[in-house]
């Protein structure tokens, strides 16, 4: 059965950095990402990364986030530097299986940036 499970979210102010992590399980994943949705507004894309390592970002986040994998340990991760009020929303990780192309979700995890 595959798992993602997003940590490291939490409240930080404008300007600061958080680290983001999606540890995923039970399958061998092609495309993973990190969305995020605030608060009447619909879900974007923030940042993908391809299994070879590939990334592709929002421009609202370019030059800000990074995204990195781990294939060997089956995690993600989204380094949030600079960042800003507008980045409040809850970030969720996705990830697309080889076998089946299917596409799976985690559970959130809450980004709050003061100003």
């Known amino acids: 059965q595959v798992h993602l499970v997003e940590s490291g979210g939490g409240l930080v102010q404008a300007g600061g950095s958080l680290r983001l992590s999606c540890a995923a399980s039970?399958?061998?994943?092609?495309?993973m990402g990190w969305y995020r949705q605030a608060p009447g507004k619909q879900r974007e894309l923030v940042a993908a990364?391809?299994?070879?390592?590939?990334?592709n970002y929002a421009d609202s986040v370019k030059g800000r986030f990074t995204v990195s994998r781990d294939n060997v340990k089956r995690m993600m991760y989204l380094q949030m530097n600079s960042l800003k009020p507008e980045d409040t929303a809850v970030y969720y990780c996705?990830?697309?299986?080889?076998?089946?192309?299917?596409?799976?979700w985690g559970q959130g995890t809450q980004v709050t940036v003061s100003s």
């Open positions: 039970g399958a061998i994943f092609n495309t």
């Open positions: 996705n990830a697309k299986t080889y076998a089946t192309s299917l596409m799976y």
């Open positions: 990364i391809t299994s070879g390592g590939t990334p």
